[in-house]
């Protein structure tokens, strides 16, 4: 990126959307948020005094919200970060294969048309490792290996990288980051996902019931995550154009058991309890391998799982998130009323 760059967000008001846009303004870069504000906008609030912040309120779903959001005297964007989706396996469950579908593949497609009609030259898409399954032969899986989605919510991030990828149009070249699962705090923390999630329920109701204990996940903290789509606003277009990327760290590959014992260290009292069923879902056992992004766009995290507890046990305690089962953190709770 050179010293200001235009770069449109969306689904910019989001857990790492709204973390995005401000690491972008404090270097300098125009930002476009482009949100429907499914959970709110407060995560965005302290942007709004900044000059090089637009906010847009829309769903990108409609054919022509890029182009309305876009600001007149403006240049026209270097980058698309499209983050705008039904995110995670709850919320695609709850809402059904029509409804996934059109938040989080169609809609992909309608930015990803705009992005290149009106000469958007690169499209970042934030996909998940969730797209790998299961592991069949208990190998770290690649960006080579086959995809086997076990997810509604998987199936269209993996129709939506396919979608991307199959485009032959050389104005909006397309990089798929694949990854790990967040975790730590961002203007919209979720407390949806494992780790945020396992430090909340160990300290609220000092028990925690984990199902898969021997499973592997992989995590990267939301600081890093951010830096690893920064890299790749900034990588030269031949590392990025038709790639995709895992986006995580080795020392992030931990089995559930191994997250639990992070968590006993700072919550000893905490009562664990395992079940060795298995549930619908996306049930991941996966090692992912991490060694493109380091090869190729010299990516390495500053973070590790154990400071992510720390932080987020740290705001709880101090009330400074007072009721993290609240909906307006959950993905899942809040489609379902
Ligand atoms: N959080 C993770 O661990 C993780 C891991 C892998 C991939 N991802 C992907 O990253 C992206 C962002 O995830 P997140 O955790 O920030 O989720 P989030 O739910 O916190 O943020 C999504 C944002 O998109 C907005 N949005 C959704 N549909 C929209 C639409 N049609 N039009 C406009 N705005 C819309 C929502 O209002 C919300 O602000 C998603 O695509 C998700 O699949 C997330």
Not at 61 to 78: F, I, K, M, S
Not at 79 to 94: D, E, I, K, R, S
Not at 120 to 131: E, G, M, Q
Request: glycine share 8%; charged share 20%; aromatic share 10%.
């Amino acid at each position: 990126m050179t010293s200001q760059e235009h770069i449109l967000i969306t689904g910019g008001a989001g857990y790492i959307g709204s973390y995005l846009a401000g690491e972008l303004l404090r270097q300098g870069h125009r930002v476009t948020v482009v949100d429907e504000l499914l959970f709110g906008g407060e995560s965005l609030l302290s942007y709004f005094s900044d000059p090089d912040f637009h906010f847009f309120q829309a769903d990108v779903w409609e054919p022509r919200a890029v182009r309305a959001a876009l600001r007149g005297d403006w240049p026209t964007p270097t980058a698309v970060v499209h983050l705008a989706a039904l995110a995670g396996f709850p919320a695609c469950q709850a809402v059904g294969q029509q409804v996934a579908w059109r938040y989080n593949v169609e809609a992909t497609q309608h930015v990803h048309q705009q992005a290149a009609e009106v000469g958007i030259p690169r499209f970042l898409y934030i996909s998940t490792y969730s797209n790998y399954g299961l592991s069949e032969d208990g190998e770290p899986v690649t960006e080579d290996t086959f995809l086997n989605p076990q997810s509604l919510y998987a199936e269209t991030k993996v129709a939506s990288e396919r979608y991307l990828l199959e485009q032959t149009n050389p104005a909006c070249h397309p990089l798929i980051l694949r990854l790990a699962t967040v975790y730590g705090l961002s203007p919209r923390p979720r407390f949806d996902m494992i780790i945020n999630q396992f430090v909340w329920e160990a300290f609220r109701h000092h028990k925690l019931v984990i199902y898969q204990r021997g499973y592997s996940r992989s995590f990267i903290h939301i600081q890093d995550a951010v830096h690893g789509i920064m890299l790749g606003l900034q990588a030269p277009e031949e590392k990025i154009s038709g790639e995709v990327y895992n986006l995580g760290v080795p020392e992030g590959n931990l089995t559930k058991d191994e997250v639990v014992k992070l968590i006993l260290k700072r919550l000893p009292k905490t009562l664990v309890r395992y079940k060795d069923i298995t549930f619908g879902g996306d049930m991941r056992d996966i090692t992912v391998s991490f060694e493109k992004i380091q090869r190729q766009l010299g990516f390495q995290a500053q973070k590790t799982v154990d400071d992510g507890v720390r932080e987020i046990l740290e705001a709880i305690q101090q009330g400074v998130i007072q009721n993290p089962s609240n909906e307006r953190y959950r993905n899942a709770r809040f489609i379902v009323q």
